[in-house]
């Protein structure tokens, strides 16, 4: 098999284009046209039985070399051959356009400054997540402003002991009583 393959391999003497154009009985296509680089990668493909030789392997980390391609040399690197993960859809980071925002904004519409409501848990609870972290702009629905605003009113509250740090509690129920 792979003497067969050495003669499909080596390129049979061929005129140059300019000679075959001065030459009456040069042929007026030379052998290496595109048919015939097709041709020979048809036969590289299949083997002495007529099968496929070249299977790609759709679950492999690696991609894989196509036969009849030119390998360049930055092609070798582990970092070209190792095929990237896609990144996984997250959710979109950004809030509310500006008009949205002051719609669906309580303090906004209101009037009132969260800055000035770090002593009142009631008011920083449903901004807090379950392990403590200040929900985000996409979920809140709060100006850029006020954002800012009820994140720093949160950060103080802990601080003083108002809100739990790496907690949500529920300080509207009254805790049980073990008897």
Not at 81 to 90: A, D, E, L, N, S
């Amino acid at each position: 098999m792979l003497a067969s393959l050495r003669s499909i391999a080596r390129p049979k003497p061929s005129f140059r284009v300019a000679f075959a154009a001065l030459s009456s009985s040069a042929p007026t296509k030379p052998d290496s046209g595109p048919s015939s680089l097709q041709e020979f990668g048809e036969q590289l493909m299949e083997g002495e039985s007529g099968t496929t030789t070249y299977i790609p392997n759709p679950n492999s980390l690696y991609r894989a070399f196509i036969p009849n391609q030119f390998i360049q040399p930055h092609r070798l690197s582990y970092n070209s051959v190792v095929k990237q993960r896609g990144r996984p859809p997250t959710r979109a980071q950004v809030g509310p356009s500006r008009r949205e925002a002051q719609h669906m904004d309580p303090f906004y519409r209101l009037g009132v400054d969260p800055l000035k409501q770090a002593m009142n848990p009631a008011m920083l609870i449903p901004f807090v997540s379950e392990m403590g972290k200040v929900y985000g702009r996409n979920v809140t629905s709060l100006t850029k402003k006020n954002q800012r605003r009820i994140g720093k009113a949160i950060r103080r509250a802990k601080m003083m002991g108002i809100l739990p740090i790496l907690s949500k509690r529920n300080i509207f129920q009254p805790p049980k009583l073990n008897l």
